[in-house]
């Protein structure tokens, strides 16, 4: 069922060398033209075939979905398909035939996450049975912006149920709904998480592109182990209206993506104020970049870029990751950045001691999910569960039988209702004061400020946390692969491998809020420069291809 496809490696490698558009598989029979490969294809490789008339969004939506159903039963990426998929794809496509495209996302099939909320035939239930049949009054912001640019949302992605805000012991990828989710670049990889299906997806080409959230490493982390560019956008650039909270103060949507012109396409048209969302209010400019435009060979020409040497730690297990960032300090220097080694947070001892820098015991995020959680349960229409709070949640995933507790557990959720504070008390806002000054002049912004520095760059697997808990945007790119010889490790359960051979991992920039337009400047460039992608494709990939459906 599954191929390795060791001749379309050795294809794709002289097609990036030979400067080639896209990879090809097959000839269209509507036109006699190059079909592009899938599992490379990006949003304006489709455009052309589009606007060409080589293919049709009808049959790309064919393509996906064979794609998925092809894979799906070992990978457990997508949770559910879009049953409306090929008649949305068919009225887009009639729009196009008759001269009107709404822009770079039209007929465009991408998936998003299962905790963003759109009001068709698809659920929307963060991987737990308590949401299922739940309807909301409307789509979410990010799905109704997604749509009304002409994106087709083929199907919901999995994900570390709850986007994994319920257990001490469960594992990335795992939901009762959607089952385990496991990478493609090696057996029973750890996709890691919350946004595992999105990574997965998008590292296949089970859709164009995928949309995720994160609160802490949801998008950053998941790019990172799937070979992909992702932006966590700062908090406030995207609303998070309808979509299953863990906190207002640091939850936040974005795209997983195959390239970083392909993200800042998706940015551009989820990004922008939302009135149900009064942390988007905070956005500083009237018009939302065109993030698109920054992406160029040239962005990193002039920056000034620096390294917080003591947030980068040394194990025995992540010596690949660190030779390859220090590799790549003098790929920035031949591209034209000035490079600021030893760049340290100002207070990183102060944050390392203080409690909130893991969401799971922040007081804060607890605070904010039994407050959000429950907004969101009495905003649906119909909630066949009858769930309206946390502990009414507590009660039915301790005695349904389908959510696998107490095997997996609930400990995060006790953590969150036993507090002592409550989402806008006097001891909420002093914790709040704290957790924005330890995620952004103890750390990110006080390097930033203290050394007159553009950007920062550090290994994507140790990026999330500082930037999460002041709301602070990341950009991810791919950086390399662990060595074939990698000892493999499982985890407790046994029922994924941690690292293992050919797992990839990622360079991650941080800039100041709302700063994304110069961080995906510089990821442009960098990607240009390195193209760590192409160099190792994954061990499982789906052989289905648009030539099949047309």
Not at 407 to 413: K, L, Q, S, V
Not at 439 to 463: Q, R, V
Not at 482 to 494: C, D, I, L
Request: with cysteine.
């Amino acid at each position: 069922m599954f191929a390795i496809k060791l001749s379309l490696v050795f294809s794709t490698l002289l097609s990036v060398r030979s400067g080639l558009a896209y990879v090809t598989y097959g000839i269209s029979p509507k036109n006699g033209q190059a079909l592009p490969d899938l599992l490379y294809a990006t949003i304006d490789d489709l455009q052309s075939g589009l606007a060409a008339g080589t293919f049709t969004s009808v049959d790309l939506v064919k393509a996906y979905v064979a794609r998925i159903d092809e894979v799906n039963p070992v990978l457990h990426a997508v949770i559910e398909t879009n049953p409306d998929a090929l008649a949305i794809a068919a009225s887009l496509d009639a729009e196009r035939a008759d001269g009107s495209t709404r822009g770079k996302l039209h007929g465009i099939p991408i998936c998003i996450k299962d905790n963003i909320a759109t009001l068709d035939k698809m659920n929307n239930t963060a991987g737990s049975f308590a949401l299922l049949g739940a309807i909301p009054p409307s789509d979410s912001t990010v799905a109704a912006k997604l749509k009304a640019a002409g994106a087709i949302i083929i199907g919901k992605c999995n994900l570390s149920q709850w986007a994994n805000y319920r257990s001490s012991n469960s594992t990335n990828g795992w939901t009762s709904r959607g089952g385990q989710t496991m990478g493609a670049y090696y057996p029973m990889q750890d996709p890691s998480g919350s946004s595992s299906g999105p990574g997965v997806v998008s590292s296949i080409g089970l859709a164009a592109a995928a949309v995720g959230t994160e609160t802490s490493g949801s998008i950053i982390s998941p790019s990172s182990r799937n070979s992909l560019t992702g932006i966590k956008p700062s908090v406030g650039l995207t609303s998070r209206y309808l979509v299953v909270p863990i906190s207002q103060t640091q939850d936040t949507i974005g795209p997983l993506t195959r390239t970083m012109m392909d993200a800042a396409y998706i940015l551009s048209v989820i990004a922008g104020e939302d009135s149900h969302d009064n942390y988007t209010s905070a956005i500083p400019f009237e018009t939302i970049p065109d993030y698109a435009a920054e992406c160029t060979s040239e962005g990193l020409r002039n920056a000034k870029i620096g390294i917080p040497r003591n947030a980068i730690t040394v194990s025995s297990t992540n010596g690949p990751e660190i030779t390859a960032f220090n590799a790549s300090i003098d790929i920035f220097k031949k591209l034209g950045a000035t490079i600021v080694d030893n760049a340290d947070f100002p207070d990183l001892a102060g944050y390392l001691n203080f409690t909130g820098a893991g969401y799971t015991t922040d007081p804060v995020v607890g605070a904010d999910f039994v407050y959000d959680v429950a907004n969101y349960f009495n905003e649906m229409t119909t909630n066949p569960n009858h769930i309206v709070n946390l502990q009414q949640l507590i009660n039915f995933t301790e005695t349904y039988p389908p959510e696998d507790y107490p095997d997996r557990n609930i400990a995060t959720w006790l953590g969150a209702a036993s507090l002592n504070i409550t989402m806008g008390d006097a001891d909420y806002y002093a914790a709040l004061l704290q957790q924005y000054y330890y995620g952004s002049n103890a750390t990110i912004l006080g390097a930033l400020e203290t050394y007159d520095l553009d950007a920062l760059i550090i290994p994507s697997s140790m990026s999330p946390g500082y930037a999460a808990i002041a709301g602070y945007p990341i950009v991810t790119v791919p950086l390399g692969y662990y060595p074939a010889t990698t000892n493999v490790t499982y985890n407790s359960r046994r029922t994924l491998v941690e690292l293992g051979p050919n797992f990839p991992f990622g360079l991650s920039f941080y800039g100041r809020r709302f700063s994304e337009a110069t961080l995906v400047k510089y990821a442009c460039a960098f990607e240009a420069a390195t193209n760590y992608r192409q160099l190792q494709n994954p061990y499982i990939i789906p052989n289905i291809q648009l030539v099949d459906v047309m």
